[in-house]
């Protein structure tokens, strides 16, 4: 009887640690990417590029009052994708990625619908123990599209009556 007990509290002393490991480390890396829609479709395409320089927030409010409580920015690296840290564990706070600005002029004007995306950002009784995000990828639409444009969404679209 003492050994399974001594067994069981050996056991207890080397799973305790693991479980309490997620909320002790409550940092997460959110990554996604920014882009231009170069034919103002609503969505990526062959010809859509990411755009290098985009700032990008982080942006969190409290469930019940809708007040921020949680607030950073990143940038887009060369390939259009951006990585923020988030030191801190949001737990049931309402969190999102959102578009600040883009570099070119003519490519800022965000895409309704594609200018956030939600993110979950805690441990706290969810069951996701990593701690890389990803977010949807996010878009601005370009003051005039492609002249390649109405051929290529006559293909993507070409199921479509």
């Known amino acids: 009887m003492a050994t ?12 305790l640690p693991l479980l309490l490991l997620p909320v002790a480390t409550a940092q997460f890396h959110v990554k996604g990417s920014v882009y231009c829609d170069t034919c103002r479709a609503g969505f990526e395409t062959n010809v859509t590029f990411y755009i290098e320089g985009a700032r ?9 009052t809708m007040d921020i409580t949680f607030y950073t920015e990143g940038v ?3 390939t259009g994708t ?4 988030i030191k801190n564990d949001q737990y049931d706070h309402i969190c999102r990625s959102v578009l600040v600005s883009s ?25 996701v123990v990593n701690n890389l995000h990803y977010a949807n990828a996010m878009g601005y639409l370009k003051d005039e599209p492609l002249t390649q444009c109405p051929g290529l969404l006559k293909y993507y679209l070409s199921d479509i009556e």
């Not at 990008?56 to 019940?64: A, L």
């Not at 951006?82 to 840290?85: K, L, S």
């Not at 570099?103 to 200018?115: A, F, K, S, V, Y």
Request: include cysteine; glycine fraction near 6%.
């Open 4 to 15: 399974r007990v001594l067994l069981l509290m050996a056991l207890s002393l080397s799973i």
């Open 56 to 64: 990008v927030g982080i942006r969190c409010q409290d469930r019940k």
């Open 76 to 78: 887009t690296d060369s």
């Open 82 to 85: 951006y990585d923020i840290v």
């Open 103 to 127: 570099p070119l002029p003519w490519c800022n004007t965000p895409d309704r619908g594609r200018d956030t995306s939600s993110i979950v950002l805690t441990h706290y009784e969810n069951g």
